[in-house]
T-cell receptor
């Protein structure tokens, strides 16, 4: 089974702190994604990566950065946390098929971040 | 541009009755379509997907979905609902003609399914 793990289930930080959210997958997937989930808004893509050291902006990248130094690990960084970044953060990974089409995304359990 | 709509925020169904969770989509080309389920305080779990072929797709836990190209719909169904099916359900779409390296899925806002004993 695919396993995607996230470093914390719950996190409480103060405004202005630098926050690191870590995601690790064990299936050698090429693609990794960071989403945030808010009630009534569904899932919104923050950043994704389709290879080591590669990153692409999603729909809402402002206030976030990412790092992918190793294939299995994708980090989301909040440079200076703000209260409007209080949310559930979900990491996902997928492989690229031979036809270069995306395969199913598999999700981690999520990190519920509260910024005070 | 690609988009997906889940017209119902909440669906209530009695245990043992059939359930339907609706999804409509918009893409420029052919769609890749997915259904995911989320239990409270958990990540999303994959249920099923449509890439090509048979319009009726069978997935996990007895769920199935029917792809209807003329109505641009991909409704999730189950013949007999269980209380344990109560969860949040998400439909997602990607345009098959998006460029290589563009793997973005667009998710709906979710439908909360409540199965009443």
């Amino acid at each position: 089974d695919v396993k995607v793990t996230q470093s914390s289930r719950y996190l409480v930080k103060r405004t202005g702190e630098k926050v690191f959210l870590e995601c690790v997958q064990d299936m050698d997937h090429e693609n990794m994604f960071w989403y945030r989930q808010d009630p009534g808004l569904g899932l919104r893509l923050i950043y994704f990566s389709y290879d080591v050291k590669m990153k692409e902006k999603g729909d809402i990248p402002e206030g976030y950065s990412v790092s992918r130094e190793k294939k299995e690990r994708f980090s989301l960084i909040l440079e200076s946390a703000s209260t409007n970044q209080t949310s559930m953060y979900l990491c996902a990974s997928s492989q690229t098929t031979k036809a270069k089409s995306p395969d199913t995304q598999y999700f981690g359990p999520g990190t519920r971040l509260t910024v005070l | 541009a690609q988009s997906v709509a889940q017209p119902e925020d909440q669906v209530n169904v009695a245990e043992g009755n059939p359930l339907t969770v609706k999804c409509t989509y918009s893409v420029s080309g052919n769609p890749y379509l997915f259904w995911y389920v989320q239990y409270p305080n958990r990540g999303l779990q994959f249920l099923l997907k449509y890439i090509t072929g048979d319009n009726l797709v069978k997935g996990s836990y007895g769920f199935e979905a029917e792809f209807n190209k003329s109505q641009t719909s991909f409704h999730l169904k189950k013949p007999s609902a269980l209380v344990s099916d109560s969860a949040l359900y998400f439909c997602a779409v990607r345009d098959a003609y998006s460029g290589a390296g563009s793997y973005q899925l667009t998710f709906g806002k979710g439908t909360k399914l409540s199965v009443i004993p």
